[in-house]
């Protein structure tokens, strides 16, 4: 089945500091990835959409600044935590669409960021 | 845009009883509705989908009903296992396009021994 890698699955970090997260889809090629974020006991929270070769679509009121998102292949896309704080510790979740049209997402294991 | 109502978003079973979880969407042009299972601190994973053109399907243990003229869909889970504990998520899309998936804020299921 179709597998999608995400990378680290979880990070600690100082305040200040920018942290990337990886989204590969494996044995699939991926024309749509999806970010996400999660907190506890919450559901996904959909952060962007991201198109290979094209800027990512944010979801109102996500800062596009403060969340670098790269689409530059059709099996990676990256989502850059620029200039972390605190308030952006999260579980943060990616997942892809096959570019054949298939409706099924599937999804990263995740990355559990804290920021300290 | 779309808009998924989950319910409950607790529920707490005995062993070998039946779970129901419903969900109501609000766009007609949904024709896609998977079931997610998410355990904690792991990526949810699709349990069972529906499409518009089906009623009713069914995995073992696992069903999921769609209505679409009251655009409500649900899924049951008979025979309850400790195991089935999770959070559930129900979602809604319109296939083609950019797909982008509607969650409904989950279902915390426990399942007692």
């Known amino acids: 089945g179709a597998v999608v890698s995400q990378h680290p699955s979880w990070v600690i970090c100082k305040s200040g500091t920018s942290v990337k997260i990886e989204c590969r889809s494996l044995?699939?090629?991926?024309?749509?990835m999806f970010w996400y974020r999660q907190f506890p006991k919450q559901s996904l929270m959909l952060m962007a959409t991201?198109?290979?070769?094209?800027?990512?679509?944010?979801e109102q009121g996500v800062e596009k600044d403060k969340f670098l998102i790269n689409h530059a292949s059709l099996t990676l896309s990256t989502l850059t935590v620029t200039s972390a704080h605190p308030e952006d510790s999260s579980f943060y979740i990616c997942?892809?669409?096959?570019?054949?049209?298939?409706?099924?997402?599937?999804f990263g294991q995740g990355t559990r960021l804290t920021v300290v | 845009g779309e808009n998924v109502e989950q319910h409950p978003s607790t529920l707490s079973v005995q062993e070998g009883d039946s779970a129901v979880i419903k969900c109501t969407y609000s766009?007609?042009?949904?024709?896609?509705f998977p079931w997610y299972k998410q355990e904690l601190g792991k990526r949810p994973q699709l349990i069972i989908d529906i499409r518009s053109n089906v009623g009713e399907k069914k995995d073992q243990r696992i069903a999921v009903t769609l209505n679409k003229t009251a655009k409500h869909f649900s899924l049951h889970i008979t025979e309850t296992q400790p195991e089935d504990s999770a959070v559930y998520f129900c979602?809604?899309?319109?296939?083609?396009?950019?797909?982008?998936?509607?969650f409904g804020r989950g279902t915390s299921l426990i399942v007692h021994p």
């Open positions: 766009d007609s042009a949904s024709n896609y």
């Open positions: 997942s892809a669409r096959d570019f054949r049209g298939l409706t099924e997402a599937f």
């Open positions: 044995d699939f090629q991926a024309t749509t």
């Open positions: 991201s198109n290979e070769g094209s800027k990512a679509t944010y």
């Open positions: 979602a809604a899309t319109a296939s083609g396009g950019s797909y982008i998936p509607t």
